[in-house]
C-alpha cells in the first residue's frame, strides 16, 4: 500500500477543506485524520469545575474526567465527518463513492506509573490493527481515528494524539505524517523559523525545551508534535510535515510542489 498520507490535528478547523480533493487527484493518495480532543477536554473540564493536574506534559486523567472526555471525542468526531461530507458533497466528489469510516482500531494500555505519578487512564498504543486499517484505504475511504483506546477487558483511556498519529504512521509504512498546525512551524533558540532539521538536531531542541522552564520562542503544544514526530523517525518513517491550517492551499502546496509549505 503506497501514498499513505496521514493528518494529525487539534481543532477541527484543522482539517480545511482540501482533504477530500487529495484523494481525488489521480495519484492513489490514500488518508487516515487523526484528531485531537484537547481543547474540547479543557471547556468541558472548566464547565464543570474539574482541575486538571499535568506531569511530562500530559494530563493526568481521571475517572470523574473520563464522561466529559468521551464526550468530546463523540462531538469532536461528528464535527469532522459533517464537514467532510459536506466537502465531499459541494465538491461533486459525492458520486465517486469516496466514503469516511472509523472504528476501533487501537488496543490502548496504561501509561502506569512515571516517577511516582500514576497517570490513571492516560493511556498509550498496545496494538494497531494495521489490516483492518489498510482494507478500508483499500477501499477508497478516509479513515478518521480518535486519541482514544480501548483494553482487552473494556477499559477506555485517554491518548495523545501526536504520539498516536506517529505510531500509526509507522504501523502502516506511511509516506507521510503531516502535523497541521497553528504557526508557521518551529522556531530555535534565536527565535528564527526552521524550515527542516535533521533527527538530531530535533532530539537537541526537544532537550533544550524540556531543560527550559520557560523556553523563548516556543509554544506550549509543540513539545508533543515534536515529540510524536521523533518518534516516527525512531519507528522509520521517512519524513514527518508540519503546515500551517490558517495559509490557503498549505497541504497542496506541501503536497504537490517541490519546495512545500511546511
Known amino acids: 500500500l503506497k501514498r499513505v498520507i496521514i493528518g494529525a490535528f487539534d481543532k477541527v478547523a ?12 489521480n495519484t492513489g493518495i ?8 484537547r481543547p474540547f477536554i479543557d471547556l468541558r473540564l472548566d464547565k464543570n469545575n474539574i482541575k486538571s493536574s499535568f506531569h511530562k ?4 486523567t481521571t475517572a470523574e474526567m473520563m464522561p466529559h472526555i468521551i464526550e468530546a471525542n463523540g462531538l469532536v468526531k461528528t464535527k469532522i465527518e459533517a464537514a467532510l ?6 465538491n461533486n466528489i459525492f458520486k465517486s ?5 472509523s472504528g476501533n482500531f487501537l488496543m490502548a494500555k496504561p501509561r502506569g506509573v512515571i516517577d511516582g505519578v500514576d497517570m490513571e487512564q492516560t493511556g498509550v498504543i498496545r496494538e494497531i490493527n494495521h489490516e483492518a486499517i489498510i482494507e478500508k484505504l483499500n477501499h477508497n475511504e478516509i479513515v478518521i481515528m480518535s ?9 477506555i483511556f485517554n491518548l495523545s494524539f501526536e504520539s498516536s498519529a506517529s505510531k500509526i504512521a509507522s504501523s502502516i509504512q506511511a509516506e507521510k505524517l503531516i502535523y497541521i498546525t497553528e504557526n508557521n512551524g518551529v522556531q530555535n533558540i534565536r527565535g528564527e523559523f526552521i524550515s527542516e532539521m535533521t533527527s538530531i538536531k530535533l532530539n537537541n531542541l526537544i532537550s533544550h525545551i524540556k531543560e527550559s522552564e520557560h523556553p523563548e520562542f516556543i509554544e506550549k503544544n509543540t513539545l508533543p508534535i515534536l515529540e510524536g514526530a521523533a518518534q516516527g523517525l525512531k519507528e522509520g518513517l521517512a519524513k514527518i510535515h508540519l503546515v500551517n491550517r490558517h495559509i490557503n492551499g498549505s497541504l497542496i502546496m506541501e503536497l504537490f510542489t517541490n519546495q512545500g509549505q511546511g
Open 57 to 60: 506534559h500530559q494530563r493526568i
Open 85 to 90: 461530507s459536506s466537502n465531499i458533497y459541494h
Open 147 to 155: 486519541p482514544i483506546g480501548y483494553s482487552p477487558i473494556g477499559e
Open 14 to 25: 484543522g482539517i480545511g477543506d482540501q482533504w477530500p480533493f487529495i484523494t481525488q487527484t
Open 97 to 101: 463513492e469516496l466514503k469516511i469510516s
Open 30 to 37: 490514500k488518508i487516515i485524520l487523526m484528531h485531537g480532543i
